[in-house]
């Protein structure tokens, strides 16, 4: 049986009409909101970088320029205060050194490393940026920078590089 172009027309339209109405139903059915507008949930957080290492992106965006440097940060200068991760590189202190210094040095805190690869959550150098961000005081210590305010995406970058292993 064939139907004029126009009557076509309008049941595809209507069955549209009621494939999108059922969709809409079922979604209402399951998210427990009968009737009413299905609830908004949080924005998702952006994903994670690609590969992030040491070498490439957290020594020479973060580390050095804001922290290692002897003119801009603590953790260049000479003599180094006692406590302090030396992030600085020169003739004599390679890349490679400071990265082995910087995961090998000592905490004297249960659970937690500087750096704990796979768990920025437990890795001391995270919180004590993130710390800065959400105006909370790290598990030890000052937030850091102390006297200047992080872009956010240098704590995303460096909580990325952790949760990746933190590679060199």
């Known amino acids: 049986m064939s139907f004029p172009a126009s009557s076509h027309a309008k049941s ?5 009409s ?3 109405g059922l969709w809409l139903a079922a979604i ?3 998210s427990g909101n009968s009737g009413s507008a299905p609830a908004l949930s949080p924005p998702l957080p952006p994903p994670p970088p690609a590969a992030v290492t040491f070498s490439a992106d ?7 320029p804001f ?3 002897a003119t801009a940060g603590c953790h260049g200068q000479s003599p180094l205060p006692q406590g302090f991760v030396r992030f600085d590189v020169s003739d004599t202190r390679s890349l490679r050194q400071c990265y082995d210094e910087l995961k090998a040095y000592p905490l004297s805190l249960p659970g937690w490393e500087v750096v ?3 768990d920025a959550t437990h890795s001391l150098l995270y919180d004590k940026l993130a710390s800065g ?5 790290p598990v030890t210590g000052h937030p850091m920078p102390p006297n200047a305010q992080l872009d956010p995406k240098f704590a995303t970058l460096v909580r990325a590089w952790i949760d990746q292993g933190a590679p060199f």
Do not use: F, Y
């Open 116 to 118: 704990k690869p796979g």
């Open 18 to 20: 009621l494939a999108a």
């Open 133 to 137: 961000l959400e105006n909370r005081q």
């Open 12 to 16: 595809v339209a209507s069955l549209r």
């Open 28 to 30: 209402l059915a399951c």
């Open 58 to 64: 957290i020594h020479p965006s973060l580390l050095l």
């Open 67 to 69: 922290c290692g440097s």
